[in-house]
C-alpha cells in the first residue's frame, strides 16, 4: 500500500521567514494531495491540495509543488506568523472514476513553531 | 462551520465494552471515511463509505465496523474495547468525485 514520509518532525522559524515542509509518496498511482493544518485539540483543516496534473497550486502565503517523476511534494508557507504554529499534515490518495475519493494516507506531521 | 458533526465529543469507556460514535454531514457528502488518530500520531485509516457501502478498509480488526444511512450520517461501531483503542476518532466526509475532505472535530475516546 501507499506509504507517506514527511519531514521534518518538528520546525522552528522566526516570524517572516518561510517554512517548507516536504514529503515523499510510494504509489505512483497517487493522484490527489492535500495538506491539513490541526491545531492542538482541534480537527485538520484543509489548507491547499493540488492534483497530479499540476506541477503547483499558490494560495497567498501558501504553495504546494508537487513532482511526479521524484514521488514528493511540499508545502511553502511565505511570510510566517505566529498563528500559523500547529501540526502539518501530508496526505496522498487515489481518486478512482467511480467518483469517490479514497483513503487518504497521512504522514506522521511536522510541528511548525512560528517564534515571535 | 465545516457542515461535518460528530458526537459525543468525548467518552470514557471500559475494556471489553462497546462504543459507538456518530458522524452526521450536510446532503451530498455521499463518502465518509473513518480515521483513528493516536496522540502524536497522523490520522490511520480505517475504513471508507460510498453510497452506502464499504469500498476500502484498512488495517483494523473487525472488531472495527460501521455503517452509513440514507441521509448520509455514519457509524462507527468498536466491539471489544483495548486500551490500545483510546484514540482521537475523526470522520471525514466528501461530496464525492473530485472535492476534498472535510474533517468533523472527532470523538476522543479513552479505554481504561
Known amino acids: 500500500g501507499e506509504n507517506v514520509e514527511q519531514h521534518p518532525s518538528t520546525l522552528s522559524v522566526q516570524e517572516g521567514d518561510s517554512a517548507v515542509i516536504k514529503c515523499t509518496y510510494s504509489?505512483?498511482?497517487?493522484?490527489?494531495f492535500p495538506w491539513y493544518k490541526q491545531e492542538l485539540g482541534k480537527r485538520p483543516q484543509l489548507i491547499i491540495d493540488?492534483?497530479?496534473?499540476?506541477g503547483e497550486k499558490k494560495d497567498q502565503r501558501i504553495a504546494v509543488t508537487l513532482n511526479k517523476t521524484a514521488k514528493h511534494f511540499s508545502l511553502h508557507i511565505t511570510e510566517t506568523q505566529p498563528e500559523d504554529s500547529a501540526v502539518y499534515f501530508c496526505?496522498?490518495?487515489?481518486?478512482?472514476?467511480?467518483?469517490?475519493?479514497?483513503?487518504?494516507?497521512f504522514g506522521k506531521g511536522t510541528l511548525l513553531t512560528v517564534n515571535p | 462551520e465545516t457542515g461535518v458533526t460528530q458526537s459525543p465529543t468525548h467518552l470514557i469507556k471500559t475494556r471489553g465494552q462497546q462504543v459507538t460514535l456518530r458522524c452526521s454531514s450536510q446532503?451530498?457528502?455521499?463518502?465518509v471515511s473513518w480515521y483513528q488518530q493516536a496522540l502524536g500520531q497522523g490520522p490511520q485509516f480505517i475504513f471508507q463509505?460510498?453510497?452506502?457501502?464499504?469500498?476500502g478498509r484498512g488495517n483494523f480488526p473487525p472488531r472495527f465496523s460501521g455503517l452509513q444511512f440514507p441521509n448520509y450520517s455514519s457509524e462507527l461501531n468498536v466491539n471489544a474495547l483495548e486500551l490500545d483503542d483510546s484514540a482521537l476518532y475523526l470522520c471525514?466526509?466528501?461530496?464525492?468525485?473530485?472535492?476534498?475532505?472535510?474533517f468533523g472535530s472527532g470523538t476522543r475516546l479513552t479505554v481504561v
Open positions: 496526505a496522498a490518495s487515489m481518486g478512482n472514476s467511480g467518483g469517490s475519493n479514497y483513503k487518504l494516507t
Open positions: 471525514a466526509c466528501s461530496l464525492g468525485g473530485r472535492q476534498g475532505y472535510t
Open positions: 504509489d505512483s498511482a497517487s493522484n490527489y
Open positions: 463509505y460510498y453510497r452506502e457501502e464499504e469500498n
Open positions: 446532503s451530498g457528502h455521499n463518502t
Open positions: 493540488i492534483r497530479s496534473n499540476v
